[in-house]
């Protein structure tokens, strides 16, 4: 169910007046190819609403859709169940208020609440700075005092979001708009359920089992995405090379203060910490897991609540 966010970064450039145009009918077809593999559950995300956009500098889209050539396309356009501001495809519990995103030193909310979803960033084609699959972002999000040893404050990191601007960009994207269809989720009890196809790499402790199933309907997508990053992250991990996954997502150690309750009795019966996690919201809500480098994985002990609060 790909959610298509607007890079809004990408409708300021200055271009003559027939470029605009074609950008525009350029973006139409994207999000066209994007809907045609998923009928049903694309949804495009802007700011503004979508008969307010801007093209370009000084080319409104009205200018587009008074053209008679243009009607098919503005009409598919309408039926992508728009929405906006951005906020609007946030999943419950996800503001976006304590994480900032750029691109170039520029703010980029659309391209970030595309990575905060694992939606699909799509650009206008006016500049050929968007004409990429995959863009990098600097992220910059708020830390409480607990997740931080310095205290609270800001962390900064480099993230990568998928994205789109041309029609040929989604064939990159059609094998993950497929696993995301067939991997979608709407209840805990489901995600457990297809665990073997969200994350086939990662191991579970048993008891794993009730936590997915007792998980609030507002928590069921976002864990789903941290499982799915966690997938990533092992797939890709050589432990002869380095001894820990390239994380995906948010992931840090526990406080040596707050490590014995993060002791949870393993697969083989020994009690072993877990104190590697990553959180989901509403807040406080935490997965916890271990590297397992023997098997060239993790292995989840908990998800629920911050243990202890």
Known sequence: MPQLF???????????PLRAERAMTEFARTA?????????????????????LYIAQGHPIGKWISNPKNQAAWVLLLK?????????????GVDGYDVEYRHGGLLVDGLGAAHMTGGLGISLPVDAHWDATTLTLERERLV????????SGTEADLVDVRHVS???????????IKTSLDTAATTGAQLWEKRDRICPSLQFLPEVENHLRKLAPA??????????????????????????????GDV???????????????LDGEQR??????????????????????????????VGRKLGA
């Open 6 to 16: 607007l890079n809004e970064e990408s409708c300021r450039s200055v271009c003559e």
């Open 32 to 52: 066209a190819a994007v809907q045609r593999a998923d009928p049903t559950g694309t949804t495009l995300v802007t700011e503004a609403k979508l008969n307010e």
């Open 80 to 92: 992508l169940r728009t929405k906006s501001p951005f906020k609007a495809g946030l999943p419950d």
């Open 144 to 151: 409480d005092e607990d997740e931080s040893e310095e205290g």
């Open 166 to 176: 041309t029609v040929p960009h989604v064939d990159d994207h059609l094998r993950w």
């Open 219 to 248: 928590s069921v997508a976002v864990v789903r995405r941290r499982l799915t990053e966690l997938e990533e992250a092992v797939t890709g991990w050589d432990p002869d090379a380095r001894p820990r996954p390239q994380w995906r």
């Open 252 to 266: 840090r150690g526990e406080f040596e203060s707050r490590k014995h309750l993060c002791r949870f009795t393993d």
């Open 273 to 302: 910490l877990f104190y590697l996690h990553t959180d989901y919201p509403p807040k406080p809500g935490r997965i916890h897991f271990r590297l397992v480098p023997e098997d060239r994985t993790v292995r989840v002990a908990y």
